[in-house]
């Protein structure tokens, strides 16, 4: 059965701290692996990874694939208040049904 | 470029009783997904509609249903509601072409409450 398994389940952080989500996975048929934020509704998209070791960044956000270990990583450097939020990763198997992981809840306080 | 919108926002409706939520996917893409959000569950896969076709279903009973309009815009329905569906209802669409795949942009969902 498809899985994506998310640690750890919260977080709790001091602004300025660095944090490191962490995203396993088993599925058949992989396409590509998907990193969202969700503050109150809507999760946003931050990431999509397809190939192994190349990292993508977005300011102080940057995440990177193990294809060969099946698992990703989403590391905040730097955290703000506004960084708290439910971290969603998803893994698309080519079929629009994205398995995601139960997410972790990070808060971050002044 | 206006993102996927979602009607109602909210809804409360009582057991037994049937609802209608819209999905209105952005401009271009014809993929629209739905997703059901619970504090226990997180987020499960309802079903996936490309050009007015169900591709995609996952495991919810029968009473779950949903179709999809040739302009894209999505409905799913929930008949004979159970305290159990009480949950955010999330919509998401992509554009995904023969060799070009977008992420999944989501709308803001649709808070159900059923008393």
């Known amino acids: 059965e498809d899985k994506v398994v998310q640690s750890p389940l919260s977080l709790v952080v001091h602004e300025g701290d660095t944090v490191t989500l962490n995203c396993s996975y088993e599925v058949t048929n992989f396409r590509s692996l998907l990193w969202y934020k969700q503050e109150k509704k809507a999760p946003t998209f931050l990431f999509m990874l397809?190939?192994?070791?190349i990292e993508k960044k977005s300011g102080r956000l940057s995440s990177i694939l193990d294809k060969k270990e099946l698992f990703s990583i989403l590391n905040i450097t730097a955290t703000q208040t506004g960084d708290s939020a439910v971290y969603l990763c998803?893994?698309?198997?080519?079929?629009?049904?994205?398995?995601f992981g139960t997410g972790t809840r990070l808060q971050v306080f002044p | 470029k206006a993102g996927v919108t979602q009607t109602p926002r909210y809804l409360i409706k009582t057991r037994g009783q049937q609802v209608t939520l819209s999905c209105s996917p952005i401009s271009g893409h014809r993929s629209v997904s739905w997703y059901q959000q619970t504090p226990g569950q997180g987020l499960q896969f309802l079903f996936e509609y490309f050009s007015e076709t169900q591709r995609n279903k996952g495991n919810f009973p029968g009473r779950f249903s949903g179709r999809q309009f040739s302009n894209s815009r999505s409905e799913m329905n929930v008949s004979t509601l159970e305290l159990g569906d009480s949950a955010l209802y999330l919509c998401a669409s992509s554009y995904r072409g023969r060799f070009w795949v977008t992420e999944a942009f989501f709308g803001q969902g649709t808070r159900l409450t059923v008393v």
């Open positions: 397809t190939s192994s070791g």
């Open positions: 998803a893994v698309d198997r080519g079929t629009d049904k994205l398995i």
